[in-house]
């Protein structure tokens, strides 16, 4: 040892008298604490009505057919499940280009929002508006014929025709009794189409609207696509998702959606965004701000564990904690089963 001796340490140097114990540890949260009811859980409704099909790129999720639904759900509203998001999956349902089996009166959500309303009138309903699961060329939008200026094998989107068909399809599902709608296409104007639908029906008091709002263009959505059949024919989503180096653009597409009449904003992937998580909660401190941990970043978390790097309850926790951190009150989670467990259990 070296003759040097430290002076004695400041006051303000002794950080551990804080977390020596878990309920001094949670006081450090700044308020933010998980609870159950921030918890939106995403469930894939086939339209096969017997279906309980294992997706294979994302773990523990299955292709849900109505008949099974009051089996699988029950269990978990007993558990403290407060909200679900629903996605359509069409495995038999004709695709065309405008995607007219999203509103079908027999597609799969709506058959689903009848049937979930009437098992579990508590349960928060919100579901997931998009085009690319029942359209032919598998894009969030209409397309137009011409050509794309940036790349050939790109879409053009017909902006307003995009808008009013998004918003047809919203106000159908909340006639069917959605709480909540979604619309997860990125299209331009299509915030201020849904709630304009939304008045024109008398609806507006009695579904809300989240908006996907910074939702990037990105390479996490794999499993999804696989587990919905959306992924697209040609081309890919990068004209009109945003680019991940973009958060002044996200800045815009939260404000712009705030002011279009979003009642709930939401960012989306979550992980590599969280700086956009936090701008959310800055620039529009008057919404609430949800984040998505999207498939591949669950089916990320999963693998590590299954690889031995970390335990799946820990880094659930700690990717789940850091959205908190960064601003999200709202979240929606393929963890949410696990966590309506661990949120019982001693931290
Ligand atoms: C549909 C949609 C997607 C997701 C939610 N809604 C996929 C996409 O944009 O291609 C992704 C969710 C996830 O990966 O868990 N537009
Ligand atoms: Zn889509």
């Not at 209409?142 to 790349?151: R, V, W």
């Not at 945003?242 to 002011?259: E, V």
């Not at 790097?309 to 709202?330: D, Q």
Request: charged share 20%.
């Amino acid at each position: 040892m070296s003759e040097f001796k430290a002076p004695p340490l400041d006051v303000s140097s002794i950080l551990h008298g804080g977390i020596h114990h878990p309920t001094l540890r949670s006081w450090q949260s700044n308020g933010r604490n998980l609870t159950k009811s921030m918890f939106i859980y995403p469930i894939f409704i086939s339209d096969d009505p017997d279906a309980e099909e294992v997706i294979s790129s994302l773990p523990g999720q299955k292709r849900w057919g109505l008949n099974k639904l009051e089996g699988f759900l029950g269990p978990l509203v007993k558990k403290g499940l407060k909200g679900v998001i629903l996605f359509g999956v069409p495995m038999k349902m004709e695709k065309d280009a405008r995607g007219s089996a999203a509103d079908d009166p027999s597609t799969p959500v709506i058959q689903a929002l009848h049937l979930l309303s009437k098992l579990f009138p508590q349960l928060m309903l919100t579901v997931d508006v998009c085009l690319c699961e029942y359209t032919s060329h598998g894009h969030c939008g209409i397309l137009s014929s011409l050509p794309n200026p940036g790349h050939s094998n790109q879409p053009t989107i017909e902006m307003e025709p995009s808008a009013q068909r998004i918003a047809e399809v919203a106000v159908a599902y909340a006639k069917a009794g959605a709480h909540c709608v979604a619309p997860s296409d990125m299209m331009d104007g299509r915030i201020r189409a849904i709630k304009l639908g939304l008045m024109h029906a008398g609806l507006a008091n009695r579904c809300a609207l989240m908006s996907y709002s910074a939702k990037f263009a990105s390479g996490l959505y794999g499993p999804f696509r696989d587990a919905a059949g959306s992924a697209p024919s040609f081309g890919n989503r990068k004209c009109y998702q945003l680019p991940p180096n973009g958060r002044s653009l996200a800045r815009r597409a939260i404000q712009r959606d705030a002011r279009e009449g979003a009642d709930i904003l939401m960012v989306k992937p979550s992980l590599p965004y969280l700086d956009i998580i936090s701008d959310c909660a800055q620039y529009a401190p008057d919404h609430p701000t949800a984040c998505y941990q999207v498939s591949g970043e669950y089916a990320m978390v999963v693998a590590g564990a299954e690889k031995g790097i970390y335990g799946l309850k820990e880094m659930a926790f700690e990717t789940t904690e850091s959205m908190v951190r960064a601003g999200a009150s709202i979240i929606l989670s393929y963890f949410t089963p696990q966590f309506l467990d661990w949120l019982d259990e001693e931290q």
